[in-house]
């Protein structure tokens, strides 16, 4: 199971920090990512990171967030700096459905395990 939390109100320009805690599984052992969703359209990736520590970025967020984890914790992170109003959706983590994956995948059928999601609002 994965509880995302971190959300919020936020102007643009700002930061927040998503987290992501996971349960019930070998977390340090996936591929984890975080993805986002707006009404109407299809849920796209933001950002990921290996089991090794390889990550991969969307293009449009790409300089303005980082993606890490702490495996002791269970957790992964998502920092996001310079905030746009385009930024704002809800924001999803997920485990790769196998584990020990050498590349980051991208595709929502590749990930097995979803977060219940945390709504980011970035007013103009």
């Known amino acids: 199971q994965l509880q995302a939390s971190g959300g919020g109100l936020v102007q643009a320009g700002g930061s927040l920090r998503l987290s992501c805690v996971a349960s019930?599984?070998?977390?340090?052992?996936?591929?984890m990512a975080w993805f986002r969703q707006v009404p109407g359209k299809e849920r796209e990736f933001v950002a990921g990171i290996g089991w090794d520590g390889l990550t991969k970025y969307a293009d449009s967020v790409k300089g303005r967030v980082t993606v890490y984890r702490d495996d002791a914790k269970n957790t992964l992170y998502l920092r996001m700096n310079s905030l746009k109003p385009e930024d704002t959706a809800i924001y999803y983590c997920?485990?790769?459905?196998?584990?020990?994956?050498?590349?980051?995948?991208?595709?929502?059928?590749?990930?097995?395990?979803w977060g219940q999601g945390t709504q980011v609002t970035v007013s103009s």
């Open positions: 997920a485990a790769d459905r196998n584990p020990w994956r050498t590349i980051v995948r991208e595709e929502n059928m590749d990930f097995g395990s």
């Open positions: 019930g599984r070998t977390f340090s052992s996936y591929t």
